[in-house]
């Protein structure tokens, strides 16, 4: 059974930065996409950015340049380096997996990724 255990979430001024850390436990192929979704009260809940072979990575426009996906086989971790957090960041975060076959993109909409944390809280105040 895999579990996904998001940490690294708080609260921070606009301008700040975050890591968010997603722990795996059981085992998920390298060839698994992996990512985050947010939702923020009130809104849907959206695609910020996946990876995919450790190097092959898609990100929502409005992270582009600030977020940072990446993860470390070796430890069963995944990362997302938040940079020039701005209050519309603000939302909680979950860690997602799912298998789409090895020649599939990992796109951040039209897809359902069937493992997913329970989500780490970000805040970020003006």
């Known amino acids: 059974q895999v579990q996904l255990v998001e940490s690294g979430g708080g609260s921070v001024q606009a301008g700040g930065s975050l890591r968010l850390s997603c722990v795996v436990s059981?085992?998920?192929?390298?060839?698994?996409?992996m990512g985050w979704f947010r939702q923020a009260p009130g809104k849907e809940r959206e695609g910020v950015a996946t990876?995919?072979?450790?190097?092959?990575?898609t990100y929502t426009d409005s992270v582009k340049g600030r977020f940072t996906i990446s993860r470390d086989n070796t430890k069963n971790t995944l990362y997302l380096q938040m940079n020039s957090l701005k209050p519309e960041d603000t939302a909680m975060y979950y860690c997602?997996?799912?298998?789409?076959?090895?020649?599939?993109?990992?796109?951040?909409?039209?897809?359902?990724?069937?493992?997913w944390g329970q989500g780490t809280q970000v805040t970020v105040s003006s």
């Open positions: 990876i995919r072979y450790g190097d092959t990575t």
């Open positions: 997602v997996a799912a298998d789409f076959g090895p020649f599939a993109s990992c796109r951040l909409t039209g897809l359902t990724y069937n493992y």
């Open positions: 059981g085992f998920i192929p390298s060839t698994y996409c």
